[in-house]
């Protein structure tokens, strides 16, 4: 338990960073104009759901340097970082080229010229950052897979650092630089992660630390054997992020139907769920890392007593918060906004969050141990059928009225996402009983 908590904290603060970046950037653009405000809104939207799903690609050399350091094939994992890099580089081409061509998605948007325009110079700048975040991401992973998160964490702090400052000069102008606007927010952007992602490998060629695992030792081109044991842990979890953040996105799509204050009241319960789930899947990625540890060392008793663990602690985090959000969902509510129908709405809202994540919490830990045991494709597959397959359509069925009685509103949305996530997370719990509990027998046998 004490090591889950050591690996688990650094993971909270860093995730808790790059959550801070979202919020500065949607302060001080509201002090520029709402046209910007609504441009990072519709632009981070667009950018998230490309970029995480390719970093989510990525994830995979986590478990596997995570395996590797556990067996003490040290020199194993400078090989798979430098294969690694090859696949980011592929993964950041099309990532650029979506996002210098963004006319599909915006179409489906329908904006202004004007909010047009904003939008594509900010996605524009956005690209900018999409090669460091990808070396950023490797190190991350690499750091994470032997058991280090505490350099990611303060390269993370020290971006948030240097976040509003940078944000001030591009968007509002100044030094002789002229108002970006919205742009200026991904010009910033861009600098503080082109800075960390520097620092990050200055940081392992100088550090002995990591000196010892030879990732400059030499020039590896690409090895289709190790690409293809990367690809096929990491594509699955891509698509698993896809999917998750798409049942998400047209969830929204379909609320925003039922008006501004049923959609502003979902946008406060979600930005809730966001926040919440920093904690449990914290842990689930702190477990995920000591399981592969220990499953590198054929140790999978140790591998699946760190399971039990990562539950307890990660389901605690969970019913914790939940409780705190069921005692408090009126004054989150009223802190959030002044209207007093939105505050009614999100009230009960966030109420329906408590319970949605409680489950959150189980299968996020539980999806992070199967990635230990390199097991990606049958949870993408439990995702999709559960969230896209039963969890949108019945929340449709339920919020707008649509042959199951009258319609529910943002509820119908919240209690359907809850009831398919419930039964994902049951099922990838399942999965993972199963799996370590075979890994265990065949190593007695």
């Known amino acids: 338990m004490k090591k889950l908590i050591h690996l688990a904290w650094p993971v909270f603060v860093s995730q808790a960073a790059i959550m801070l970046n979202g919020l500065i950037d949607t302060l001080m653009a509201g002090r520029l104009s709402a046209l910007d405000l609504a441009a990072i809104g519709v632009g981070s939207a667009i950018f998230g759901s490309v970029f995480v799903t390719m970093l989510g690609v990525l994830l995979a050399l986590t478990p596997i340097v995570a395996q590797h350091f556990g067996a003490g094939r040290h020199q194993e994992i400078g090989e798979e970082v430098r294969q690694a890099v090859w696949i980011a580089l592929a993964l950041a081409l099309p990532v650029v080229f979506l996002l210098r061509h963004p006319d599909p998605l915006l179409a489906i948007a329908r904006l202004t010229p004007a909010m047009d325009e904003k939008v594509r110079a900010y996605l524009s700048a956005m690209t900018l950052t999409v090669p460091a975040a990808m070396g950023l991401r490797l190190f991350s992973s690499f750091s994470a897979g032997i058991g280090r998160p505490r350099p990611v964490m303060m390269l993370n702090l020290a971006a948030l650092l240097l976040k509003a400052p940078f944000n001030a000069l591009f968007m509002y102008g100044g030094l002789g630089l002229p108002a970006f606007g919205a742009a200026g927010c991904g010009i910033a952007s861009a600098l503080c992660t082109w800075i960390a992602c520097l620092l990050a490998w200055l940081w392992c060629a100088r550090w002995d630390e990591y000196r010892e695992f030879a990732l400059f030792a030499r020039w590896s081109w690409p090895d289709r054997q190790r690409l293809v044991e990367q690809l096929k842990l990491g594509l699955p979890v891509g698509a698993t992020f896809l999917v998750d953040i798409t049942a998400f996105t047209f969830m929204a799509l379909f609320i925003a139907r039922l008006g501004p204050i049923a959609s502003g009241a979902h946008q406060i319960a979600a930005n809730l ?43 605690g985090c969970a019913a914790a918060t939940a409780a705190l959000l069921a005692t408090t969902h009126g004054a989150l509510a009223r802190f959030y906004t002044p209207d007093v129908q939105v505050q009614a709405l999100a009230a009960r809202l966030i109420l329906l969050v408590a319970v949605y994540h409680l489950t959150d919490g189980l299968q996020t830990v539980a999806v992070n141990l199967l990635r230990g045991y390199k097991r990606a494709t049958v ?55 199963r799996i370590s509990a075979r890994a265990v027998s065949r190593n007695h046998a």
């Open 379 to 433: 949870p993408m597959a439990i995702y999709a059928v559960a969230l896209w397959g039963i969890g949108l359509p019945t929340g449709i069925a339920l919020g707008l009225g649509d042959g199951l009685g009258p319609a529910l509103g943002p509820q119908g949305f919240w209690i359907s996402a809850s009831g398919a996530l419930t039964l994902a997370g049951a099922a990838v719990a399942a999965y993972w009983w």
């Open 273 to 315: 769920a966001v926040l919440c789930f920093m904690l449990p899947t914290s842990v689930g990625y702190a477990a995920g890392v000591l399981s592969a540890q220990a499953i590198g060392a054929r140790n999978f008793a140790e591998a699946r007593r760190v399971g039990f663990r990562g539950f307890r602690l990660g389901l």
